[in-house]
Nanobody, 123 residues
Framework: QVQLVESGGGLVQPGGSLRLSCAAS????????MYWVREAPGKELERIST????????YYLDSVKGRATISRDNAKNTLFLHMSDLRPEDTALYHC????????????????WGRGAQVTVSS
């Protein structure tokens, strides 16, 4: 079964940085586009970033451009999201997700996404 487990969240002061990790198993990781999405109370789910299977294509939500970097280590079946200059509005539960189909860029599969890592940006 597809398993995605996020880690690296926590309480961070405004202006701080962190790196989230997502350990993937149960599928051929390198064959899938991956996503980071976040959810916060009262807000719609936001697609933060996207990365192709080989890591050569990346996309970012405008609000995090310049502050976020998505990457992956296919040898370790791990997805990463590094964020800097964090702001209170970045407070959310961050999930990693895969695309529902191999070698396809469509949308994150919310059926199998990870449980999430909570990021709280506050002083």
């Amino acid at each position: 079964q597809v398993q995605l487990v996020e880690s690296g969240g926590g309480l961070v002061q405004p202006g701080g940085s962190l790196r989230l990790s997502c350990a993937a198993s149960g599928f051929t990781f390198s064959d899938y586009w991956m996503y980071w999405v976040r959810e916060a109370p009262g807000k719609e789910l936001e697609r933060i970033s996207t990365i192709s299977g080989d890591g050569t294509e990346t996309y970012y939500l405008d609000s995090v451009k310049g502050r976020a970097t998505i990457s992956r280590d296919n040898a370790k079946n791990t997805l990463f999201l590094h964020m800097s200059d964090l702001r209170p509005e970045d407070t959310a539960l961050y999930h990693c997700a895969r695309d529902p189909k191999r070698n396809t860029w469509s949308a994150p599969d919310l059926r199998t996404w990870g449980r999430g890592a909570q990021v709280t940006v506050s002083s």
